[in-house]
């Protein structure tokens, strides 16, 4: 698994009430991004960090705010959940290359998700 | 608007046979494009990339095709197994501006590939 832990995998929250999804890393990796998967949408960035407290928004940032007080987390908060973000929340790190033959960038390696349902 | 497409929601394919899907973008900055497959329940994993220097690139019974003229990239799995059966994301990926910035991925909306045995 790499190493990224995402929690909680499941949460049911009710409209207006502050959400926070944590992601945990065991590889120390520079690099964190939270996204969203959505049916008809793929996979959209919401936030990215580059650093210790160096975080930058993505394409759908708006409902969102991120924090990275040390380099194996990277918390995404809701601070009053809405029903359009009703979602499923990926966690990523930046790794390099599983070999030349499959490619030569830094890839994506995501967590397993977390279920996020706002009624 | 989206810069990544894959227009096909679903496909379904015998098993043994050859699977074919399909993603376009519009950008023309992109210089590297990725496919990744993921199952329920699962997050994304990387499968295959190739850079725009090149047209194909070929890993196992993946094989991805690009053609930059159309703007157009094909995954090609021979022979499709049971297994393969999930939803693969194309992505595509610029080099950023500043130097000290981390490359992002554009990821289309997703083919369901069935291989049904």
């Known amino acids: 698994d790499a190493g990224i832990t995402q929690s909680p995998r499941h949460k049911v929250t009710e409209t207006g009430t502050p959400v926070t999804l944590r992601c945990h890393q065991t590889e120390n990796h520079r690099y964190m991004y939270w996204y969203r998967q959505d049916p008809g949408h793929g996979l959209r960035l919401i936030h990215y960090?580059?650093?210790?407290?160096?975080?930058d928004k993505g394409e759908v940032s708006d409902g969102y705010s991120v924090s990275r007080s040390k380099t194996e987390d990277f918390l995404l908060t809701l601070e009053s959940a809405t029903s359009s973000q009703t979602s499923v929340y990926f966690c990523a790190i930046s790794v390099p290359p599983p070999s030349q033959g499959r490619g030569a960038i830094r890839t994506l390696h995501f967590g397993n998700g977390t279920r996020l349902t706002v009624t | 608007d989206q810069q990544v497409k894959q227009n096909s929601p679903s496909l379904s394919v015998q098993e043994g046979r050859i699977s074919i899907l399909n993603c376009d973008y519009t950008?023309?900055?992109?210089?590297?494009f990725l496919w990744y497959k993921k199952y329920p329940a699962e997050g994304p994993t990387f499968l295959i990339s190739i850079s725009s220097i090149k047209d194909k690139n070929e890993d196992g019974r993946f094989t991805v095709f690009l053609n930059k003229s159309a703007k157009h990239l094909s995954l090609h799995i021979v022979p499709s197994q049971p297994g393969d059966s999930a939803v693969y994301f194309c992505a595509a990926s610029y080099r950023p501006i500043s130097s000290g910035s981390a490359r992002q991925l554009t990821f289309g909306s997703g083919t369901q590939l069935t291989v049904l045995p």
């Open positions: 950008n023309s900055m992109f210089d590297y």
């Open positions: 960090s580059y650093g210790v407290k160096d975080t």
